[in-house]
């Protein structure tokens, strides 16, 4: 069965920081490619940062550039997303996400980040 669970979320204050993993299982973790997506209240989902399956690719949207950093650990199936100087804007459910190809794509249940001083 497969399994993508976030965990790490939670309440911080402007220019805090947090680190969110996605736990992957049921599935070859290292052939995937991941990203992160975020979806703010009456919001749309927005794509956060992608990396490739070997860990040495990785890309992000404009607007985290600089402050987030997306890592995995292929031994420990476990993708990761380092987030710094935190802004009221990066409120949101993060959700992880795997795709390979033509092959299913998985969708973790989603953490919340609340950025509020």
């Known amino acids: 069965q497969v399994q993508l669970v976030e965990s790490g979320g939670g309440l911080v204050q402007p220019g805090g920081s947090l680190k969110l993993s996605c736990a992957a299982s049921?599935?070859?973790?290292?052939?995937?490619?991941m990203r992160w997506y975020r979806q703010a209240p009456e919001k749309e989902r927005e794509w956060v940062a992608y990396?490739?399956?070997?860990?040495?690719?990785?890309t992000y949207a404009d607007s985290v550039k600089g402050r987030f950093t997306i890592s995995r650990d292929n031994a420990k199936n476990t993708l990761y997303l380092q987030m710094n100087s935190l802004k009221p804007e990066d409120t949101a459910v993060y959700y992880c996400?795997?795709?390979?190809?033509?092959?299913?794509?998985?969708w973790g249940q989603g953490t919340q980040v609340t950025v509020s001083s």
């Open positions: 990396i490739i399956p070997g860990g040495n690719g990785y």
């Open positions: 049921g599935f070859t973790f290292s052939s995937y490619a």
């Open positions: 996400n795997a795709r390979s190809g033509g092959a299913p794509e998985y």
